[in-house]
């Protein structure tokens, strides 16, 4: 399901990734600067890769030898960051129709409709508020929403709950389960926290 083999590069530094995972849920851990973020972007089309291979769900997305380097908005990635970056001046609602920006009325899984992103990630009573008037759990499940509007084939979350504190943490992972869960969707999760990784991850790989 996630094949990746490439080597990145960052000013002097770098990094050769190997994981090969047929597991839905693929965790990514290790310490500051082990380029876990920088998987990501290369899944995502953000980063290009030295050399080497992303394949994703049998779809390849990168290949440097082939010549291969499919387009970001062409790569069916939703993305969730460390902080939600929500439009300010946009409502919940807003923000999350965002999500389907370039995308037609039927593209994608019907299951990914606005109505099912809202009732899945208990959302309902947010649609007219603004992102100020949330709190950093709502903040993040906004943004999920977002992600999983714009139809995509992987999810990728870079530690959606490192800025929160417990409390809030505690709360946004039964929804993160419920997406993982009742979407099915394959899933690469960034987190330098051991409990939340094993408690949503199916396999777990350490960048050293």
Known sequence: MLDIDILLRRGGFERKVRIAEDARVVALTGPSGAGKTSVLNAIAGLVRPVSGRVVVDGHVLFD????????????????VFQDARLFPHRSVRANLLYGRHGR????????????????????????????????????????IGRALLSQPAILLLDEPLSSLDQPRREELIPYLQRVRDETRLPMVYVSHTEDDVKRLAHAIHRLD
Do not use: K
Not at 112 to 131: H, M, N, T
């Open 64 to 79: 440097g030898a082939a010549g291969i380097d499919v387009p970001t908005h062409r790569r069916r990635v939703g993305y």
């Open 104 to 143: 037609r009325d039927g593209d994608g899984d019907a299951a990914f409709s606005l109505d099912a992103v809202v009732e899945l990630l208990g959302i309902d009573q947010l649609l007219e508020r603004r992102p100020a008037n949330l709190s950093g759990g709502e903040s993040q499940r906004v943004a």
